[in-house]
C-alpha cells in the first residue's frame, strides 16, 4: 500500500489538529467520566501503578459516540484510505480519561490504561505526534508501535492474569530503546 508523502508543516499542522481534538474530547467527557470501581481496579491491580489506578477515569458511552476529527477526512481524502473510524474504536484515550463504546471488559480497560501508561511515560503531547507520524507512515493504527506494544501487553494480561508485570516498566523499556 503506497501512502501520500506529506511536507513536515503539514505534519506539524496534523499534531496540532490531534492535540486541539484530544483536549476538545477531554474537556467533553472528564465532567461524566468515573473513577475505576473496585471490582475493575481488582482485575489490574498489581501490573499498574496505585497512582494509575487511582487518576484513571472511565465513561461507557450511550447513545452517542466520538465522532472522527475532521483531519481523517481531510487525510482519507488525500488517499490514507484505510484509517480508522473512531467510533468504531472499542476504546480511546483522551489523558487520564478511558471513553468506551459498548462495553468496558477487563481486556479493553487493560489496553485503555496502558495508553494511559505511555501518555505519562511520554508526556500527552509526544505520543500524540508519535501516533501521528506513525499512522502516517503505516496508514494502519493497529500496525504503529503504540498500538503494537497496547497489543501486546494486553495480550500476555489476557493469557495469564495471574503472571504479574509492571506495565509502567514495559512502556519504560520501549521508550528508553526509541521503539515507539
Given at each position: 500500500?503506497?501512502?501520500?508523502?506529506?511536507?513536515?508543516?503539514?505534519?506539524q499542522g496534523l499534531i496540532a489538529q490531534a492535540t486541539e481534538f484530544a483536549n476538545g474530547q477531554y474537556e467533553r467527557f472528564v465532567s461524566r467520566a468515573q473513577p475505576l470501581t473496585e471490582p475493575q481496579r481488582t482485575m489490574v491491580d498489581g501490573f499498574f501503578s496505585d497512582d494509575v489506578l487511582r487518576d484513571a477515569r472511565v465513561i461507557l458511552l450511550e447513545n452517542e459516540s466520538v465522532l472522527n476529527p475532521d483531519f481523517v477526512t481531510e487525510l482519507r481524502a488525500r488517499g490514507f484510505e484505510f484509517l480508522f473510524d473512531i467510533n468504531h474504536l472499542n476504546a480511546v484515550p483522551f489523558r487520564e480519561v478511558l471513553v468506551y463504546h459498548e462495553t468496558i471488559n477487563k481486556r479493553l480497560l487493560f489496553h485503555g490504561l496502558v495508553h494511559l501508561v505511555q501518555q505519562r511515560v511520554m508526556g500527552q503531547q509526544k505520543w500524540l505526534e508519535r501516533y501521528v507520524r506513525s499512522l502516517l507512515k503505516t496508514g494502519l493504527h493497529v500496525s504503529i508501535p503504540i498500538e503494537v506494544h497496547a497489543y501486546e501487553l494486553d495480550g500476555r494480561?489476557?493469557?495469564?492474569?495471574?503472571?504479574?508485570?509492571?506495565?509502567?516498566?514495559e512502556v519504560r523499556a520501549w521508550a528508553d530503546a526509541g521503539r515507539y
Open positions: 500500500m503506497r501512502l501520500p508523502q506529506l511536507s513536515e508543516e503539514e505534519i494480561y489476557a493469557l495469564s492474569p495471574a503472571t504479574l508485570f509492571s506495565v509502567e516498566e
